[in-house]
């Protein structure tokens, strides 16, 4: 293997981890927000919501996620704007990314027991109330370790940037790779990159996992 690749294009692939980090973490936390906000209109008693979320998730997470990217790289331009690549990137993932948390959070929200919902609401608590402070902690508690998952799988599907010029890892990666003809050398480095990323989150979510069944 040819260390030289590394030290020499350091500073290129500091850039592409920054930006694969950066829109990692915007994805992330966008993602949880409309996935939660999806999650609970799958179970709310509006009909006209609970079809929106139903058709959101359906919709989304049966296409490619590289053809969400698309949808908000070429989308715009017809409305009279455009969004470059990273943001482009970035939308698409989260919204990808919020269907799959949304199935899980509704998981998590259905196994919460339904007299819950049932006190709260006799408390006193309105319907929003209720799903903030009592139902939603306790649903996601319950779904961890998929939401973990998702948050990984999110890391590893931010390599569809480079598709769109999105100033991630795998687009300084091409750019190393076709200067200097070691493709799989690039690429090598480019694994470990990620999994300086990844790593840390699974340790993490174990981490977290643990610390909520000792709580509760």
Do not use: C
Not at 56 to 69: A, Q, S
Request: cysteine-free; hydrophobic content about 50%.
């Amino acid at each position: 293997m040819d260390y030289s690749i590394l030290t020499d294009y350091f500073g290129l692939y500091m850039e592409g981890f920054y930006g694969t980090l950066l829109s990692s973490v915007l994805a992330l936390f966008g993602s949880f927000l409309i996935g939660a906000v999806i999650a609970v209109f799958r179970i709310t008693t509006v009909r006209g919501l609970r079809w929106f979320g139903a058709v959101y998730v359906e919709f989304i997470r049966n296409i490619p996620l590289l053809l969400v990217v698309y949808i908000f790289y070429y989308g715009p331009s017809a409305l009279g704007f455009t969004l470059d690549g990273f943001k482009a990137g970035t939308i698409g993932l989260a919204v990808y990314t919020s269907a799959f948390i949304a199935e899980a959070i509704r998981a998590g929200i259905m196994a919460v027991p339904k007299g819950q919902m049932e006190a709260s609401r006799s408390s006193g608590l309105s319907y929003i109330q209720t799903m903030l402070h009592i139902i939603l902690p306790q649903a996601i508690k319950l779904v961890i370790p998929p939401l973990g998952n998702q948050f990984i799988n999110l890391i590893k599907n931010s390599s569809v940037l480079t598709l769109v010029a999105g100033l991630d890892l795998m687009y300084f990666a091409d750019g190393i790779s076709t200067e200097t003809y070691r493709t799989f050398d690039t690429y090598i480095f480019v694994a470990l990159f990620y999994l300086v990323l990844t790593l840390p989150l699974s340790y993490g979510v174990r981490i977290w996992e643990r610390r909520l069944q000792r709580k509760y």
